[in-house]
């Protein structure tokens, strides 16, 4: 559907983007994940069109559009803050675009009522003022405007960033139900790592300009090509040298020049089975999420965090003594690169 092969930016003697490869398959929810300044948003930035590459191409359909100009690209936009137009009316927005190409005006109407429907914006909110709307209405009135101009692709940069927490979590299932029953190829920009694992299809985590992996969300959490995937993606913990020592005193086998990790689910407190190593710790924190509590636990050699679902059972207090137990199979071990740090 859509290729970058070997894409090079620069600003000035700042190299933003280094030899970036992605092919995004038709139909599909991609996700350009990364730290803020990692080369997410100049990529999407590329493929659109307001940005040249100093080296590369950019291929749609089989067709180089890597210099063609943006509003040829047939590619619809969803900027973070919209871009709307405040005072004009939700409908006039949505039909902005339209009017651009000239279509009969009935055309124009029937077109913005049926994408309006699917959006699920009112005929009554068609007639407000976007300023009236709240920010989810907007988001739906930018995803709309988009796509009543028929795109092959729709680009979201960071969409929900201005959103509070509940709604964000309520638009981004809409977005994804949306994307679905749309069938449309689709390129989102985040920084959210739950929202890319939620939304995705394939992820690529950017950083530095680079691409550190691509994979879909369990490759990317569960099988971390790099150190700073496995510790930008979600919380874990690293495995201090005691820790590593004592595993291998037990016959674990683990290189001692690597750095090794594990994430806060794949250990239980006082859940033993077979297999298992275990270790003595004390409770130091407990925080109750609901769902799920997790717990800091002191150890002979090392602090770590645990993950537990909450199945009803009285939580461990601050102070109690417990047992811990993980499989070595669940660590994660990566060579150190030289110079190279952990995600921010």
Do not use: W
């Amino acid at each position: 559907m859509i290729n970058l092969k070997d894409i090079v930016v620069k600003f000035g003697d700042f190299t933003a983007l280094h030899d970036i490869n992605i092919d995004v398959k038709e139909g599909e929810f991609f996700t350009f994940l990364g730290p803020s300044g990692c080369g997410k948003t100049t990529t999407l930035r590329t493929i659109t069109g307001f940005i040249e590459p100093a080296a590369g191409s950019v291929v749609m359909n089989g067709e180089d559009i890597t210099h063609v100009p943006i509003e040829k690209r047939n590619i619809g936009i969803v900027f973070q803050s919209y871009a709307l137009f405040p005072t004009m009316t939700v409908y006039d927005n949505i039909a902005f675009g339209l009017k651009i190409k000239k279509l009969k005006k009935d055309e124009i109407d029937k077109k913005v009522r049926e994408i309006a429907r699917k959006v699920d914006l009112t005929d009554e909110q068609l007639q407000k003022a976007v300023s009236q709307l709240s920010g989810g209405q907007q988001q739906r009135v930018a995803i709309a405007r988009a796509l009543v101009m028929e795109p092959a692709i729709i680009c979201l940069d960071e969409p929900l960033s201005n959103l509070d927490a509940k709604l964000r979590v309520q638009l981004r299932n809409e977005l994804k139900k949306m994307q679905k029953d749309f069938g449309i190829t689709s390129i989102y920009v985040t920084h959210d790592q739950e929202e890319a694992l939620t939304l995705s299809d394939r992820i690529a985590v950017f950083n530095k300009g680079f691409i550190e992996q691509i994979g879909n969300p369990n490759e990317i959490y569960n099988h971390s090509a790099t150190e700073f995937v496995c510790n930008f993606i979600g919380d874990i913990n690293r495995l201090e040298e005691g820790t590593v020592k004592e595993l291998n005193r037990r016959g674990a086998k683990l290189d001692e020049k690597k750095h090794h990790y594990i994430r806060l689910e794949r250990i239980h407190v006082n859940s033993q089975a077979q297999g298992l190593e275990e270790f003595e710790g004390t409770v130091k924190s407990m925080e109750y999420y609901g769902l799920y509590i997790k717990y800091t636990i002191e150890l002979a050699t090392q602090t770590v965090k645990v993950i537990e679902k909450n199945d009803g059972s009285t939580p461990f207090d601050v102070g109690d003594k417990v047992k811990i137990y993980f499989s070595v199979s669940n660590i994660m071990s990566y060579t150190p690169q030289k110079g190279a740090t952990d995600a921010e």
